[in-house]
């Protein structure tokens, strides 16, 4: 039996509902919304939560939504058919009213929705006594295949080898010329027997042993290998010219003055961190759409560039259709794909995208590719826009206020830039007068510790004691290594708190996602500690792997903390930004299987380098 079944507008007005049980069910309905359809993973039509399974169905014409709730250790094969059923028998009966909005009736629909769901039960019931029915000969693959084709023969394989590749006829072989024995010395005479034999035997070297004598002495000699000669390839005389360093030291200078020039730096890093900006080299298609949409009835006479230039003679009927939808979201698929989404991924926002158009009425002039690119825009901007606030200087100096650090712990797999990206965010907040502790808890690479060393003696000379008062804004927590990381990080949480440090920053060891023992020691420390914001460092390079990644992390958070309410990822450092123009699909790909923000964004290899997501101008990057 069906527990809830409601009936509301996209607006949130409940046009009718249905219950058999005093259970509440708004938090369930509005986990569905929040979580599915305002994150537009409406691919899948089923949602669980808690104990329930919620299915619904859209109906993009009247903007409507179908919810029907039951309990989830229920096996009811009747519920799709009951939707499909139930919203065309709504549908039937308040056309005129729902085409002019009036959704603020008193809906008379008992009567109906009893007698759908009664026929819709007795169906089930009628499908689970009927056996399923074996596919017959006829209607297998196997009938379709001619006996002759299944039998197998010795020399099949041999004869299809020959059919592949078609023997070559045998080239004609001139006779040795022969020559008086008298005019040939020793070797020669040898040479020219051989030649013979070779003749004699059909072998395919006949004639590369027919001219191997008598050769001219010039023949013989064979030049050597040379060097090639690239055009822009430069030698060592070019690298003065070619070193375009701004702060490399002059001659006699010291090494160590770079330090001294670094403070350009200081500064710049004020407050909230900068938008970052996305340029793409590739043409976009508005003008080329807004062309298609004036000239309905005009063939395209030049060729275009955009990536919807193949879909110019698409023009919307009055209703949607998922086939007629079918190649442009071919398209779109095969386009995110190349801009490093992963292939998942893809198919599930363009499915989603299939869910919300279908049924939806088209305007006079208005096309189907202008309507799906602008749906999937909209779609995209939604999943990258954060659903919570992430405001670290302000939770910083809440924390702060209540006597305590505010505690980052960093996680990833190995070589992404944790180390790295740390002492970038470390040098933003000593740019807002935050002092950092950085905790050291990677006991397992070699130069872990020192290389953080190095990054807290240039930040603490970018901003030295003298400045604030005499006390040192950055300093490093650590204990060596093959120590316990989970040890290190209370040790340094307990330090910091007795130590007025506003920050704690921990660097965990880099581990792959399928490294059971390494999973379970950061789960340990994630657990012990409990930090306020635990963010994971990933690649902008990686495509179906950040899925891989992502989904075990979390898995592994989960499985191994032995915790009801497990403490998962909170958000997303994306690392090298800047190396790959405008192939940002990852960003979508890690967004979207987390639900979780994208904090931070990498651009480079000095301390500013370090930008905030622009979700519009990362879409605008990617739909171009």
């Known amino acids: ?128 006594l009927i056996p399923k029915q074996m596919r017959s000969f006829e209607e297998s693959s196997k009938s379709k295949k001619t006996v002759a084709s ?76 040379k060097p090639r000669v690239w055009d822009l390839g430069g030698n060592s005389k070019d690298l003065p010219d070619l070193d375009y360093t701004k702060d490399k030291p002059s001659e006699g ?40 949409m004036i000239n309905l009835q005009k063939k395209p006479q030049a060729k275009t560039r955009g990536m919807f230039s193949l879909f110019k003679g698409l023009v919307g009927s009055k209703n949607l259709s998922r086939e007629g939808m079918q190649p442009v979201l071919e398209k779109l698929k095969d386009h995110l794909i190349a801009k490093n989404v992963a292939s998942d991924i893809a198919y599930k926002l363009c499915d989603s995208v299939a869910v919300k158009l279908e049924g939806r009425v088209l305007g006079t002039f208005e096309s189907v590719t202008t309507l799906v690119k602008n749906t999937l825009t909209d779609a995209l901007v939604q999943i990258l826009s954060p659903r919570r606030r992430v405001d670290i200087l302000r939770d910083a100096l809440e924390a702060k206020a209540q006597g305590r650090p505010f505690v980052m712990s960093f996680c990833g797999v190995n070589g992404v830039g944790k180390s790295t990206n740390l002492a970038k965010i470390c040098f933003w907040l000593i740019e807002n007068k935050l002092r950092v502790l950085i905790a050291a808890c990677d006991t397992f690479r070699a130069g872990a510790v020192e290389q953080l060393r190095t990054h807290m ?22 204990k060596g290594y093959g120590k316990d990381a989970a040890g290190i990080a209370m040790e ?12 704690v920053l921990i660097d965990t060891a880099g581990r792959m996602q399928d490294n059971e023992p390494l ?34 992390f979390n898995q592994a958070l989960a499985d191994y903390s032995s915790s009801v309410n497990p403490h998962l990822i909170d958000g997303i450092v994306l690392t090298k930004f ?10 979508i790909s890690m967004t979207y299987i987390t639900g979780q923000p994208i904090v931070f964004v990498g651009t480079g290899q000095t301390y500013t380098d370090l930008k905030s997501l622009n979700a519009k101008a990362v879409v605008h990057a990617l739909m171009k």
């Open 457 to 478: 003696r240039h930040l603490n000379a970018l901003h030295p004691p003298e400045r604030h008062g005499g006390m040192q804004m950055v300093q490093l927590y650590e």
């Open 1 to 128: 039996m069906l527990d809830l079944f409601t009936i509301f507008s996209k607006g949130g007005i409940v046009l009718w509902c249905f219950h058999s049980t005093t259970q509440i069910f708004t938090p369930s309905v509005n986990s569905l919304l929040k979580s599915v359809i305002l994150q537009e993973r409406s691919g899948n039509n089923s949602y669980d939560h808690n104990s329930l399974t919620l299915k619904y169905k859209l109906d993009n014409e009247f903007e409507l939504v179908f919810v029907v709730a039951y309990q989830k250790i229920l096996q009811l094969s009747y519920v799709d058919k009951f939707l499909d059923d139930i919203h065309l028998e709504f549908r039937d009966k308040y056309k005129e009213d729902l085409q002019h909005g009036r959704h603020f009736l008193d809906y008379d629909f008992h009567q109906n929705f009893m007698s759908v769901l009664q026929q819709s039960e007795e169906w089930g019931k009628s499908q689970a």
């Open 150 to 225: 299944m039998i197998e023969r010795k020399g099949d394989e041999k004869e299809n080898k020959k059919k592949a590749k078609p023997v070559e006829p045998p080239k004609k072989v001139e006779p040795v010329k022969e020559q008086p024995i008298e005019a040939l010395t020793s070797e020669e005479l040898i040479l020219q027997n051989r030649a013979k034999l070779a003749q004699k035997m059909g072998s395919p070297n006949a004639k590369k042993n027919k001219t191997c004598y008598r050769k001219s002495p010039k023949q013989s000699t064979k030049e050597g290998k």
């Open 253 to 292: 200078q010291d090494i160590n003055a770079d330090i001294t020039v670094s403070f350009l730096m200081v500064g710049q890093m004020v407050g909230g961190i900068k938008d970052i900006e996305v340029e793409s080299d590739s043409e976009g298609s508005e003008v080329e759409e807004e062309v298609e």
């Open 519 to 552: 999973m379970r020691a950061l789960s340990k420390l994630i657990k012990v500690n409990d930090p306020d914001l635990v963010l994971f460092v990933g690649e902008a390079l990686v495509g179906n792997e950040a899925v891989d990644q992502l989904v075990k």
């Open 492 to 503: 340094a949480i307990k330090f910091a708190k007795e130590s007025s440090f506003d920050v």
């Open 578 to 587: 800047d190396t790959i123009d405008d192939k940002v699909g990852a960003a």
